[in-house]
């Protein structure tokens, strides 16, 4: 492979490979007719990303027309390559990737302002070609959006916040974070976000489905989408199968397939249509917002208990069954108390499906024209095995 | 509306004096409309949340209350940031547990509450209001500009404990010390410079001041010994409505300084966390014992209290 990548793009390349430097360790190159394949996938196998970027991206692309070239690496590697994008921009003219096949050697040569040459040359593995199983176009929801719309709507969730329940309506998406039913619900601080349908450039809805998926690479591909302008679009089916984020242009494609959690079938998420629109945020009803609370007073220096008062558990779904039968009486608590405790009844569901991907492996002595097979990935640890 | 609750399994806490047992809604419901007001509140809301990681809300028909107790966990420190709920708010509606006790008073994670308030920086118009959730929640409910013709909501469910109205005697406002000596701080940007610098070799700090409008910063280790001075600082005139009466300061010799040693790092995050630009910021020492740290701007007053170390 011999290719060169000239002003702005290189930046855009860059960027790219930033972007899949959220998703995993390494980095799968992949030369093919149809242009550079860059991907990568998590250790766990439930998020891939890939970036195709077509032959025109390129002022010089010629590849190894007699077999199939395929290698992966560090992707830190990489990364170091580009590692400052401000400089980038203002120092390299253009840049130049060339493999070297007898050492097993991928060398990255940058031509920078004032005949400045920096060389890295990155020792590579061979290895297995790498491919998600995922066919966006028959997923029932479709949006597009500007990338700046979901920068916004992520900003709002704190960095730590591992996955977010994206809920669809015909007309309204929601997006709240996920909170692990093992985790402790009464201190997690719970976010949602409301969008409209004509925030979006392009919004089908054909199932009120909830997904739920790891933000992470969300925000990783929001970072190339946002640096290059190019709007995100997201497909996505039932709870279980995977969510696609892509962007498009006419010389560059990406996209990330991220695995959401598989919901029990029976669980809220799942079959309830999605909370009601906040739309009366301008006149609620302050009655609906009570809290109950006991105001004994005990005589005042005695009282030493912690101020974690079992009051505020009173308030609080978690009961023995002895309290939630003596509640009962009060038909509005009844209702949300069944819906938590049966919730809670539950076993945890959390399971991503990681099994998605199917991986081709081209024996030695097929050549690229040969049909080739797929076969299911079934360990994470797979890849270790070439 | 049947929402009282019933208490919770049998063997929670002694029982308490039935006849003394009612049973109370609260409510409260605020909005800040104006981009400024919105701004100052979260900033205010910041830098409590560098000084503590939970504390106590109090909500009163007329101000805002955040009080953290001199507790050992915590180092001894304690808090009180006073905000006057008229200058922050457009509308402010609350209804305490019965019309003799008519406050709230929760127990707050105010780093949550900061963070969601900074994402809403921008917003049209943002809620605060107290709500039953999965627990009892503040939610922080905001309306944020779109091009769209429906807005863009966000809501943030901030989840907090209500404190029972026989706890409350614990929150307080701590009466003002009978201090030795008061002082203007320097500009707080400078003193931090200085204590930045200090805390790298030492963990205790003595701060010392007079009525002579001097202070001094030093630390004294095995090593080293290093003191800044301020001079020209100047003394709050603390009047005789001050209820200050018969303290030591009145016959205090100007010269005399009062000094406490104090854990530095309780400092440093006073100084670094602070957002508030304070009109005025002072300091009261009590020879030995704490000192009481004050910052004032027209709408709000801290309070904080470090105590002094052996």
Redesign the interface.
Known sequence: MDCVVTGGNVKVLAKAIHSLSRIGDELYVEPQDDGLALRSVNSSRSAYACFLFAPLFFSRYTIPSTHTFLCKMAIKSVQAVFRSLASLEKTVEKCHIKTDEQKNRLTFTLHCKHGLLKTHNLSYQDSESLQAVFDKDSCANVFRAQPRLLV?TV??F?PSLEEVTVSVSSERMWIRNHVDEEAD????????????S??FDHFVVQAHNSVTFCLKELRGLLLFAESTGLPVSMHFDAPGSPVVLSVTDSVLEGNFVLATLSDDPNHRGAITPPPPP?DD??NDD??S??????????P?PS?T?P???????????K??A??NH??R?????EEEEED?TADSDKPPNKKFCSLFFGSVLPSTSQMSTQPITSQEVLASDSEDDT | MGRILLRGGPNKLPPPDKTKERKHRMKFRAKIIDFACLSHFSRVITTISKLTKTCVLRLTPDNLFFVLCGKVANGGVSMWCELSQANFFDEYQMEGVSSEDNEICLEVTPDNLSRALKTVQNAKSVKVKLTKKHCPCLTIAAELPTLSSISRVVTHDVPVDVIPRRLWHEFKEPSMPDFDVSIYLPPLKTMKNVVDRMKNLSNFLVIEANLNGEMNLKIETDLVSVSTHFKDLGNPPWGDDASQLGRPSQSRDPEDMAEARVDIRKLQQFLMGQQVNPSKAMCNIIHQTVIHLILLHEDMSLQYFIPAVA
Do not use: V, W
């Not at chain 1, 619900?185 to 409209?196: P, R």
């Not at chain 1, 917002?289 to 005990?298: G, H, K, P, R, V």
């Open positions: 916004d900003m709002h704190p619900q009464s201190k997690a601080m719970l976010t949602e976000l409301c969008l409209a004509d925030e906040p945020f301008m302050i009655d917002y009570l809290i109950a609370m006991d105001t004994s007073i005990a005042e009282a208990g101020p974690t008062p079992q009051l505020a558990n009173s308030t609080c779904t009961q023995p002895a309290a003596r509640r009486l009060h038909s509005e608590e938590e």
